[in-house]
């Protein structure tokens, strides 16, 4: 029946094969993203076995940028954005010239012409969005001055994609394809516009989808999840978290000939100044993560593995102009413009890969008969390894920062290379470590800051850790989980560690390892179930509160107490019992 069910088949196959590839990448220490793409190679054409459906494998990718677009928006504001333009501009526009015309360079040395080499250079000058923020996510750089010129460097690539991929079918019979005027656009070929005409056209349909979404979708968007919170319906709200990620995406992709993951990332910018930006992300995150892999396995079916055997010389001089040139030129850039050179390897480190951008010109490249198939051959080929490789390159710039930049050295960092940026240890001994500020956690946090008790947080978004910062709180940024983040807490010197977080799983970690440090720390969990409880218990936890049970304890005790009927006066208010969370908090953390 699989051949009656090529969805099915195609999820199904991609998500399993990627589980198993993924799981042995991560075995040998390899990024689970070598293994979502090996999977792709393993369910493509090129390889025996099981052949997924390409076309429902692509569609089913852009969901997932759709979806990974709209968590960058929500957290990157338009700040963010405008305080980094003067680097990210001028600094993403040459980088992209220099990558484009080492392109075309190898492109001629090939025997190709002008215009394939022109599409070649373009695919190898934009990075992947994927590959880039899952890096500054694990670095925790995403809200240092790196982290944000970084991105702002790739929303500029990406713009300037959005109009090579408008303009490259309307200019490919310019260029020796087979091009024609309905390429242009509906709007375009029936205005009979030129490749002047055309391109303002361009321009002028981008710029009002940006100015649309400053103007009304900065009120409207926001609008509508508070309207939507107010119902108290939880599945209403991740309802409506989708619908606006996907519909604006789609829209703007329609009618103003946007990319969706330019559409995308717009409508999560939009929402940032709302206060339920953070329980957004969270809603959308399982469907984010689970097509984001699908994206990956849809590169993977596009390769051919017989390519670097047949090319290896010309894949290799692709490989150098991914990982050296454009790195090189992106490091000089930054350097120019009085940045650290911390920044600049950073910078030149995160834009050593190719990705989703890359293969989507590809694609329209051997369409239009401007790029040879070989060419794109090349581009995944050095899509797969440039992505393999950017790991290492981290590490190296990890290593290089504390010897070239003084400002960032250390004795620690210039003694051992560190994978990460370190984290520093609080001075804090007999405290209390809070994991979690939801709004469980911001009772228990509220309850200790009034007793005196002292307490820091471990605490993985921004903004909730942005805003202990302003009370006076001390936080630590990062997961728990990690071994570095929950060591920076001084678990050895602390007397209390409260896991507030309703994860069990990832509460059974953080408990198993902070008795490790401390056999004699106080360790007090929540859950909800018995099955949980007695997983953190086996862990090491000493108390194990199961919301649940509390509650009903608590309504039992109100019955008890069986209290004299009475009439109630409109200005009385009820009784409430908070146990489960306060207004305006937080998702339930």
Do not use: C
Not at 69 to 83: A, E, I, Y
Not at 217 to 226: A, E, F, K, T, V
Not at 275 to 299: C, G, N
């Amino acid at each position: 029946m699989l051949h009656d069910t090529p969805l099915i088949a195609t999820i199904v196959a991609g998500l399993g094969l990627a589980f198993v590839f993924g799981a042995l990448a991560q075995r040998f220490r390899l990024p689970p993203l070598v293994g979502y793409l090996l999977a792709g190679v393993a369910a493509g054409p090129f390889t025996p076995g099981f052949v997924a459906d390409q076309a429902l494998a692509t569609e089913l990718a852009e969901l997932g940028i759709i979806l990974l677009m709209f968590g960058v928006g929500l957290h990157f504001s338009l700040n963010d954005l405008l305080s980094v333009r003067a680097i990210a501009l001028p600094g993403a526009v040459v980088q992209i010239a220099v990558a484009t015309l080492m392109g075309l360079g190898l492109a001629q040395a090939m025997g190709w012409s002008v215009g394939a080499g022109l599409v070649f250079g373009l695919a190898l000058s934009v990075a992947s969005t994927v590959v880039l923020l899952r890096a500054m996510q694990e670095r925790r750089l995403m809200d240092t001055d790196r982290g944000k010129i970084a991105v702002g460097w790739l929303i500029v690539e990406d713009l300037a994609m959005v109009l090579a991929l408008v303009l490259l079918p309307a200019l490919a019979s310019v260029l020796g394809g087979n091009g024609d005027a309905q390429t242009a656009g509906p709007l375009a070929a029936r205005l009979g516009l030129g490749l002047t005409g055309t391109l303002l056209l361009t321009v002028a349909k981008v710029g009002l989808f940006i100015a649309l979404m400053l103007v009304v979708g900065r009120r409207l968007i926001p609008w509508i999840l508070h309207y939507v919170a107010h119902t108290g319906s939880r599945e209403l709200f991740r309802l409506a978290v989708l619908a606006i990620a996907l519909g604006v995406a789609f829209g703007a992709t329609k009618l103003f000939d946007v990319s969706l993951a330019l559409g995308a990332f717009f409508a999560g910018m939009m929402l940032t100044e709302s206060p339920l930006s953070q329980r957004a992300a969270q809603e959308s995150l399982p469907l984010r993560d689970a097509f984001a892999v699908l994206f990956f396995v849809s590169v993977g079916m596009l390769f051919d593995p017989m390519s670097v055997i047949r090319e290896p010389w010309p894949l290799i001089a692709t490989i150098f102009i991914i990982t050296i040139g454009k790195s090189v030129a992106a490091f000089f850039i930054v350097l120019a413009f009085r940045h650290p050179v911390s920044t600049a390897l950073t910078i030149s480190a995160s834009l050593a890969q190719i990705g989703e951008f890359s293969f989507i010109l590809a694609e329209i490249g051997v369409v239009t008969n401007l790029l040879p198939k070989e060419g794109r051959d090349l581009i995944l080929a050095g899509a797969i390894l440039s992505i393999m490789l950017n790991p290492l390159i981290f590490a190296g710039v990890d290593w290089l920062i504390p010897r070239l930049d003084p400002r960032r050295a250390s004795p620690k960092a210039a003694a051992a290379p560190a994978a990460r940026e370190a984290i520093p240890v609080t001075s804090l001994t007999g405290h209390a470590i809070l994991v979690g500020y939801g709004r469980v956690g911001n009772i228990v946090g509220s309850a200790m800051k009034e007793a005196g008790q002292p307490f820091l947080v471990i605490e993985d978004a921004d903004a909730i850790v942005a805003g202990l910062k302003q009370k006076d709180i001390e936080a630590i940024m990062g997961n728990a989980v990690r071994a570095d983040v929950l060591a920076a807490a001084n678990p050895s010197a602390a007397r209390y560690l409260v896991v507030a977080i309703p994860e069990a799983f990832e509460a059974g970690q953080i408990v198993q390892q902070a008795r490790a440090a401390n056999p004699q720390i106080r360790i007090i969990a929540r859950a909800h179930s018995d099955a949980e409880v007695d997983h953190l218990t086996r862990l090491g936890a000493d108390t194990v509160i199961m919301g649940e049970r509390e509650i009903a304890r608590a309504m039992i005790e109100d019955l008890q107490r069986q209290p004299q009927r009475r009439q109630v006066e409109p200005q009385d208010a009820p009784t409430v019992i908070a146990l489960h969370g306060v207004p305006n908090a937080p998702a339930d953390r």
